[in-house]
């Protein structure tokens, strides 16, 4: 069989589905990679481009805000930037690489609109992987940009039971196993044989410039008696953090699933990603949404019972200090996270029987 995974060029976007790629192309399938730099022939398939490459993120994030002022700010505007102004750009590319490799089959993010559109255009099952929670918010994209919200192709859906939104499914929608995947890179070397407990800090990849954000959450859990590890992003610069006490530990970029053996508590920003990965580990987490689907992941967590959220506005040094000081010890929201680890561990693994 030959199948076209696509994602938009973000870490968040891409990384969650390099698992079932891999799966299937161990399986013997002709497997193709379609996404944007820095992504294209950085990943362990065969990749080409989805998105031109005079395209970013960026660009079309202010090409949707000069078409729709008036939506800046409001959570409409993500669903015009996904279903509008990125589908544009995509589907064309898209439709051309279809049209010429006739792929048996297309497995899109959930944000990728234009993947939906060319592939609908062009006759190909489409298959939607899920990211993060499903909500009547996505629906919208998918009508924004003209495809059907009911992704009757199939969608493939990471988000355990626990945390569910409670709103209808898509119909055609299986659970998959989320599975963190990263490039090779070294564990940094103090960590598992750390004698002290160990914190994991994160705003992700995309940290909307929070650097206020970031140092005021590590100071805060600086002052436990534990080691800090935190990763600033792979753009990051962890100069911008300033000084920091002698137990906080700076990494631009690290590997997180391998991170999250050796730690006990997970400070975030409420990606997806980080939070998934979080309870596949059982691990309570403090949540500090910044942006994007942040503050609906920061709620399920919360009413799940799995960890903690915190507004910017609620982040005074002295909240923050408390609240990691309560997840640090045999809290609720530990046993809680043990739990949906679990669940987790009872989803279907990534392989090429998920897309039958």
Known sequence: MKIVFTSLPGYGHTYPMVPLALACADSGHEVTFATGDPFVGALPVPTVRSLPAS??????????????????????????????????????????????????VVVHEVTDIGAAVAAARTGIRAISFGLNLWSPFLARFYEIGGADPTLPGGYLDPIPPSLQNPVPLPPARRPIRPVAWAPPVPLPSWLPSSQRRCVYVTLGTVSYGAVDVLRRAVLAVAT???????????????????????????????????????????????GAGTMLSTLAEGLPQLIL???????????????????????????????????VGDLLDDCPERLAAKRIAEEIAAMPAPTAETLR
């Open 224 to 270: 436990h008696d534990v080691e800090v590890l935190v990763a600033a992003g792979p753009v990051g610069d962890p100069a911008l953090l300033g000084d920091l006490p002698a137990n906080v530990h700076v990494e631009k970029f690290v590997p997180q699933a391998e991170v999250l053996r050796h730690v006990d508590l997970v400070v975030h920003h409420g």
């Open 289 to 323: 949404p910044q942006g994007a689907d942040q503050p609906f992941n920061a709620s399920a967590i919360a009413r799940a019972g799995a960890g903690r959220a915190l507004t910017n506005d609620e982040q005074s040094p002295e909240a923050l200090e408390t609240v």
């Open 55 to 104: 395209v970013t993120l960026r660009d079309v994030e202010q090409e949707t805000a000069r078409n729709h002022p008036e939506l800046t700010p409001s959570p409409e505007f993500a669903a015009y930037m996904f279903g509008e102004t990125t589908a544009r750009h995509v589907e064309p590319e898209l439709r051309a690489l279809f049209d010429r490799e006739r792929p048996d």
